[in-house]
């Protein structure tokens, strides 16, 4: 993500990362090319541990709460990466996650009830998506949700994840950690660890922003 991020906000020219490395055809590979091929990885990571937290999380509204509040947290540090102001279209992908989430959530509730006002919230949050203009929008909604109703098959996850997503093999390198992944929590834990990661995304684009101005 960080290296998406470099390559997307920070001026090529600033860090030299223009520089053409090699040539595949008729394509210039240059140091931002790479920058942002690697970053394609971060979002089916990041929609993916939402799968995760939803099934292991003990506290589904505190965890939907999290998400909300550093999406308000990150959005005018996203506004100012992206557009140089405080107002943007786009609205930071701290939302996409929290709908993703609830999508997830109103899934759920209609598999245990079968009462279809839950598949009309689950399309009616898939318009909002559109209106709203998150980050991946209505794409990445629909990506998470898929990967919750796949995540019993990592095999066929990691095709059909790779397949519908825009990046196809760039972004689909990202499905190998997520196969390879053993449900068991890795060696950053507590709320520190936690929370650390959660201001880690306004923190880096409010530093490239001001990289960008005075740099």
């Given at each position: 993500m960080l290296l998406d991020h470099v390559g997307a906000f920070v001026p090529s020219d600033t860090l030299?990362?223009?520089e053409v490395l090699f040539c595949l055809g008729e394509k210039n590979i240059t140091i931002q090319y790479l920058m942002r091929a690697i970053g394609r990885s971060a979002f089916p990571i990041f929609a993916f541990l939402?799968?995760?937290?939803f099934v292991h999380t003990s506290n589904k509204k505190r965890y939907a709460l999290n998400l909300l509040t550093f999406a308000l947290i990150s959005e005018i540090p996203f506004n100012l990466a992206?557009?140089?102001d405080f107002f943007c279209a786009k609205?930071?992908?701290?939302?996409?996650?929290?709908?993703?989430?609830?999508?997830?959530?109103?899934?759920e509730a209609y598999k245990q009830t079968r009462d279809k006002r839950y598949l009309c919230f689950i399309i009616s949050l898939f318009l909002f998506t559109i209106v709203f203009r998150a980050d991946y929008g209505c794409f990445g909604?629909?990506?998470?949700?898929?990967?919750?109703v796949l995540r019993e098959n990592r095999i066929i996850m990691a095709i059909?994840?790779?397949?519908?997503?825009?990046?196809?093999?760039?972004g689909g390198v990202s499905f190998i950690p997520i196969c390879m992944y053993n449900g068991k929590r890795g060696f950053a834990s507590g709320k520190i660890a936690k929370?650390?990661?959660?201001?880690?995304?306004?923190?880096h684009l409010l530093l490239l922003y001001l990289i960008r101005c005075f740099v």
């Amino acid at each position: 993500m960080l290296l998406d991020h470099v390559g997307a906000f920070v001026p090529s020219d600033t860090l030299r990362i223009d520089e053409v490395l090699f040539c595949l055809g008729e394509k210039n590979i240059t140091i931002q090319y790479l920058m942002r091929a690697i970053g394609r990885s971060a979002f089916p990571i990041f929609a993916f541990l939402i799968t995760e937290g939803f099934v292991h999380t003990s506290n589904k509204k505190r965890y939907a709460l999290n998400l909300l509040t550093f999406a308000l947290i990150s959005e005018i540090p996203f506004n100012l990466a992206c557009s140089d102001d405080f107002f943007c279209a786009k609205q930071n992908v701290y939302f996409t996650l929290l709908f993703g989430f609830l999508g997830i959530c109103l899934l759920e509730a209609y598999k245990q009830t079968r009462d279809k006002r839950y598949l009309c919230f689950i399309i009616s949050l898939f318009l909002f998506t559109i209106v709203f203009r998150a980050d991946y929008g209505c794409f990445g909604y629909g990506f998470i949700i898929l990967l919750y109703v796949l995540r019993e098959n990592r095999i066929i996850m990691a095709i059909i994840g790779s397949c519908v997503l825009p990046s196809r093999w760039i972004g689909g390198v990202s499905f190998i950690p997520i196969c390879m992944y053993n449900g068991k929590r890795g060696f950053a834990s507590g709320k520190i660890a936690k929370y650390g990661f959660y201001l880690f995304y306004p923190a880096h684009l409010l530093l490239l922003y001001l990289i960008r101005c005075f740099v």
